[in-house]
């Protein structure tokens, strides 16, 4: 029997990853007793090396495919790729790590009666035709592209995280994550933020894909982790809610502003757009305002500019 205090046991998969670690973090600083799991497939132990000497963290090379077993009052589902390279890389494998991470993690929160919060994305809205995105829009998916594999992944594990609720009573809570970008984004990951900031630190040309003006919104990584556990740690609303900064921007936009705040004399250089990219993304987070009591409050030069500054000092150092 778990006992029934404030200071929790949770299970965060993809604990070692850019947002994971993140989480980790702010759960010990909570008081929490943490069990991250990871295959360490899209990140390295880098970003969890701080935490290790704390009695209360523990590290499992685990692949959320397999089952896996431990008494834990509540599981942070977020084992997964989610830059389009790495998801890309082998999209068989991203598919079953939405699908059966999803089936694995709800059958463990069945069993030991935890509570299951699913790190769920934009994603499910495709290429959006409704703007700005709003819970209640089913969405515009491929799901034949080369996107697919993480956006029908996402989206059967959204499925099963309501048919356990509906059907074996599981107590859930679904966060749809808007475009995060922050401090421990690995430096290769291909996602936009990481792209320009490495770039403009290392005077290379900022790649646009497509004429750039394709938009998304960027929230920055604390904000998003509070977003996260205020979701988890509220009774009555299971979502899904969207969790992103509604500020939204061109990636033209996102390229001067990296430009001017690290100083770097790179030039913007374009590139082909790749398949399926969806033109345009900003999140209603009126759900999350109403429900949490949450909204974002770092603005993008502000976040980029504390983000820049942790990536200095891996892409000079
Ligand atoms: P990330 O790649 O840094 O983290 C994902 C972690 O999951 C990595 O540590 C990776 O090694 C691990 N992982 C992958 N496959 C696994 C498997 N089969 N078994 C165990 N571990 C596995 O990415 P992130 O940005 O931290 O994303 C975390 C979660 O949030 C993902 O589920 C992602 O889909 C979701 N999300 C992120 C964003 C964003 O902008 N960062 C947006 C929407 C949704
Ligand atoms: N993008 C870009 N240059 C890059 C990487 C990405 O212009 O070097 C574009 C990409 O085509 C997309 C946007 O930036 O329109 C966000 O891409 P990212 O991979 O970060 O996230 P997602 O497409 O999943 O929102």
């Not at 463990?108 to 819970?135: C, F, M, W």
């Not at 799901?143 to 995280?161: F, H, N, Q």
């Not at 305002?289 to 770092?298: S, Y």
Request: a positive charge; proline letters at 5%; hydrophobic letters at 35%.
């Amino acid at each position: 029997m778990r006992k029934q205090t404030a200071s929790k046991t949770v299970l965060v998969t993809g604990g070692a990853g850019f947002l994971g670690s993140h989480l980790c973090e702010r759960l010990l600083r909570d008081g929490h007793t943490v069990i991250a799991l990871d295959n360490l497939f899209s990140s390295t132990k880098d970003n969890i090396a701080p935490l290790l000497k704390n009695q209360r963290f523990e590290f499992v090379r685990h692949d959320v495919v397999e089952p896996f077993m431990a008494e834990v009052d509540q599981i942070y589902n977020l084992a997964c790729p989610a830059s389009p390279v790495h998801y890309q890389y082998n999209p068989v494998k991203t598919t079953k790590t939405s699908v059966m991470g999803a089936i694995n993690m709800l059958g463990l929160a069945k069993r030991v009666k935890a509570r299951i919060l699913q790190a769920s994305t934009s994603e499910v809205y495709g290429d959006p035709n409704v703007h700005p995105q709003v819970e209640s829009y089913w969405g515009n998916v491929n799901c034949i592209g080369p996107r697919s594999c993480y956006d029908e992944g996402k989206r059967v594990a959204e499925t099963l995280m309501m048919d356990y609720h509906r059907q074996n009573k599981v107590d859930i809570r679904i966060v749809r994550i808007f475009n995060t970008y922050g401090p421990r984004m690995q430096l290769d990951d291909g996602r936009v933020v990481s792209n320009f900031i490495v770039q403009a630190l290392r005077g290379e040309d900022l790649t646009i894909y497509g004429d750039g003006l394709q938009t998304r919104s960027f929230c920055f990584v604390d904000d998003l982790i509070e977003g996260m556990v205020r979701m988890m740690n509220q009774d009555g609303f299971i979502g899904p809610v969207n969790l992103g900064n509604p500020d939204e921007f061109t990636m033209q936009q996102l390229a001067s502003e990296v430009i001017r705040l690290t100083g770097s004399k790179s030039r913007l250089v374009q590139r082909p757009l790749p398949a399926d990219d969806p033109k345009q993304r900003k999140p209603d987070i009126a759900l999350a305002h109403d429900r949490l009591a949450w909204t974002p409050k770092v603005a993008l030069a502000e976040g980029l500019r504390r983000t820049i500054e942790e990536f200095r000092a891996r892409v000079t150092g």
